[in-house]
């Protein structure tokens, strides 16, 4: 098998592609430097060129708050690059993942949403993001949508980095404790990409670690496990008001995992402090 990776320099695709080599599978990393997922030309000619059975889609713009203003930038990548990888995976027959999210949904409520709950972006980059699994769902059959939140790696700035990175100076932090959802360890979220695309269980998934938490209790126990004095204070959304609308309920369903027969990823506790030791060595 020939796996090619986007977005390798990103949090997700350095995960995905150290779990390739570690299982000896021929693969290729690629980002913006090799091609242009924007530019089909470029996109089919790479791609061709190396000729992988599948393409793990890892590459994304995640600006939220800035896709607000820059929606067409973002609907690019998150969108026409997706349709472009997908129009040249059906040509030469590979398998296809797209890497999601929770933002696809309303965010209302307080039930785990399953795959196929109505979909209700709140902002440019969740409607992005869906036009991106639409085009997929479209063009191919033979596809892994997969939705994730809350997203932390070694290989890159997340939630967890702001947090230590404000204890050093900040006797206490605000952080929103009214929306809910799953932190998602992407060195737990490669290994089952690599499962999955070893089988044909296309379809549909959910994939964050196990267990639900606000960014408040996120932070405390962040705080809690790095041995930090940092005091957290719970405000409310209304009271952090941001440039693009969040999610309240991120909690996603698992049952589509169970139902194919993959393994779901370990508590988010105990994935944070793996993630702990991984970026102190």
């Known amino acids: 098998m020939k796996v090619l990776v986007t977005g390798v320099k990103g949090q997700l695709g350095y995960d995905v592609m150290k779990v390739l080599h570690e299982r000896k599978i021929d693969c290729l990393g690629a980002d913006i430097e ?37 929606s067409d930038i973002c609907y690019a990548v998150n969108a026409e690059g997706p349709r472009n990888i997908a129009k040249v995976c059906r040509d030469i027959g590979a398998k296809m993942v797209y890497i999601s999210t929770d933002y696809v949904f309303p965010g209302i409520g307080d039930t785990a949403y399953e795959v196929d709950a109505p979909k209700q972006p ?71 990409l690599c499962d999955m695309i070893e089988t044909e269980k296309y379809g549909v998934y959910h994939a964050t670690n196990e267990g639900y938490c606000s960014w408040a209790d996120f932070a405390e126990t962040i705080f809690r496990a790095a041995g930090c004095s940092t005091k957290v204070k719970h405000i409310t959304t209304a009271e952090y008001p941001t440039r693009a609308v969040r999610p309240e309920n991120s909690r996603l369903s698992k049952k589509s995992l169970d139902e194919g027969g993959f393994r779901r990823l370990p508590i988010w506790q105990d994935a944070l402090n793996r993630y702990l030791k991984e970026i102190e060595r």
């Open 122 to 192: 709140l902002s440019v980059y969740g409607k992005s993001k869906l036009a991106g699994e639409e085009a997929v769902q479209i063009l191919i059959s033979n596809y892994f949508i997969v939705r994730i939140s809350w997203v932390f790696g070694k290989n890159g700035n997340n939630f967890i980095r702001t947090m230590l990175r404000l204890s050093e100076d900040h006797p206490e932090v605000s952080v929103v404790s009214d929306q809910i959802g799953s932190p998602t360890y992407t060195a737990d979220l490669a290994p089952l």
């Open 34 to 70: 090799e091609f242009d997922i924007t530019d089909y030309a470029a996109t089919e000619k790479f791609i061709k060129q190396y000729g992988p059975d599948a393409v793990v889609h890892c590459s994304a713009y995640t600006a939220v708050d800035k896709a607000e203003d820059n």
